[in-house]
């Protein structure tokens, strides 16, 4: 074997599978050598990486692709448990030792399965060391499924390695990737959140650390995030009001698609503060579409632009597009009033409490259609207090603000909400 690896050129060497045959397989150290042979010979790394991909396949069942669907071959040895271990041991630190230093030379996902059985056999730190260096580098290639590796430690109280994975996010956030493939671990990221957040064992501290790995650029929407963290709320019902809070502080309501901004507004399990924002944040949203509506409705008017339209609008699509126009402002003047109406609900609850005189309008401006999303910040942590129970008894909920704009869409359904 090792004769007709040296002579076989790059070319032909897309026939490596038929060396496995040969009883070479059964021997690591002459798979090794021949191993060497094959790279003097300027074979390319790929090529390399996919022998050791099928030849560790053959060895360690678990370390298959295919192991996922039960299609594997096991081998069937009189030997202890503990000796299997230890040869599994051997194999895990030679093949890492083999591996060639080109990036993309080995599938990412290869390269966490042998991270999973490194874990599991307990394998030298400086090995462990070296294959999470290299998942870091290739991140963005990575499936949910082979992400989600157990925990094999003791120390560890939760079911999945989120100490593991967090490692790997801070390291490649550390390399400085493109802004596609950063785009590509956040959503990775938020799809694995969602998975931890059902463990009971999750630590709030643990989903924090893990959720803020990331800058904030890196979410194009934050609706995975949104969603992991509904289910990170339904698994723990006994998280306080204030983590309630920091956990939302990690949302961008301007990243919410309007499903998952409808969702939110409905959702009894986010804060009080949570739901005013998101309801400002889709304000903002309506407003930003009437203004640009109008100004695209100036450009093809005769007189709004330079240039001929391309095409004059029907009567019948005029009327229509007025019409839906019409309707968006009059959900945002309804949204505002009742917003004004909430406010001032707010200021008679805090003149109540002063006791000793009533509050004078000092000039509190209303919220009005400049009002920004930052700005529900400066809300008294008090006053919201007493909203929120007044909300609870009789008063008027963020849900009722939103079910008049409700009417006048035909929202699609939440896709995979655990609510």
């Known amino acids: 074997m090792k004769k007709q690896c040296c002579e076989d050129s790059e070319a032909n060497v897309g026939s490596w599978q038929c060396w496995f045959d040969d009883a070479c397989i059964l021997d690591m150290d002459y798979f090794v050598k021949t191993l060497s042979s094959i790279k003097q010979k300027g074979v390319r790394a790929d090529l390399i990486g996919s022998i050791i991909t099928h030849y560790a396949s053959i060895w360690l069942p678990d370390l298959s692709a295919s192991a996922e669907n039960g299609v594997t071959t096991h081998f069937h040895s009189p030997e202890s448990v503990t000796t299997s271990w230890m040869k599994k041991r051997f194999f895990v630190e030679t093949l890492v030792s083999v591996l060639p230093p080109e990036k993309d030379s080995v599938p990412c996902n290869f390269l966490l399965r042998l991270l999973r059985t490194a874990n599991m056999v307990r394998v030298d730190a400086t090995y462990k060391a070296e294959l999470e260096n290299r998942i870091s580098w290739q991140l963005d290639q990575a499936s949910l499924k082979e992400l989600m590796i157990p925990s094999f430690s003791h120390t560890c109280g ?65 609706d995975g995030l949104y969603r992991a963290i509904d289910t990170y709320l339904k698994a723990h019902p006994g998280v306080s009001k204030q983590e309630r809070k920091g956990l939302c502080r990690l949302l961008d309501c301007r990243k919410l698609t309007p499903e998952a901004s409808l969702h939110a507004a409905q959702n009894e399990r986010l804060p009080v503060r949570a739901v005013i924002q998101v309801l400002f944040s889709e304000q ?34 005029m009327s229509a597009q007025q019409m839906e126009i ?94």
């Open 284 to 317: 903002t949203k309506l407003n930003q579409h009437i203004d640009w509506s109008s100004s695209f409705s100036g450009l093809r008017s005769p007189n709004g632009g330079l240039d001929p339209p391309a095409r004059c609008l029907s009567k019948r699509e």
């Open 326 to 419: 019409r309707k968006l402002k009059e959900d945002v003047y309804r949204l505002q009033r009742q917003v004004n109406a909430m406010q001032v609900q707010m200021e008679r609850l805090a003149a109540k409490k002063k006791g000793l005189f009533k509050w004078k309008k000092f000039g509190m401006p209303m919220f009005s259609r400049s009002v920004a999303v930052g700005e529900v910040e400066n809300i008294d942590e008090e006053e919201e207090e007493e909203t929120e129970r007044e909300v609870r008894f009789g008063g008027q909920t963020p849900m009722d603000m939103k079910a008049s704009l409700v009417k006048s869409r035909t929202p699609h359904k939440w896709r995979k909400s655990m609510s």
């Open 158 to 222: 939760t079911l999945l390695d989120d100490e593991l994975v967090l490692r790997l996010v801070k390291r490649f956030v550390s390399l400085d990737r493109d802004g596609a493939a950063l785009v590509k671990v956040a959503k990775l990221v938020d799809c694995y959140l969602a998975e931890a957040a059902v463990d009971a064992n999750l630590t709030l501290s643990e989903f924090l650390a893990l959720a803020r790995a990331l800058p904030s650029h890196a979410r194009a929407t934050d």
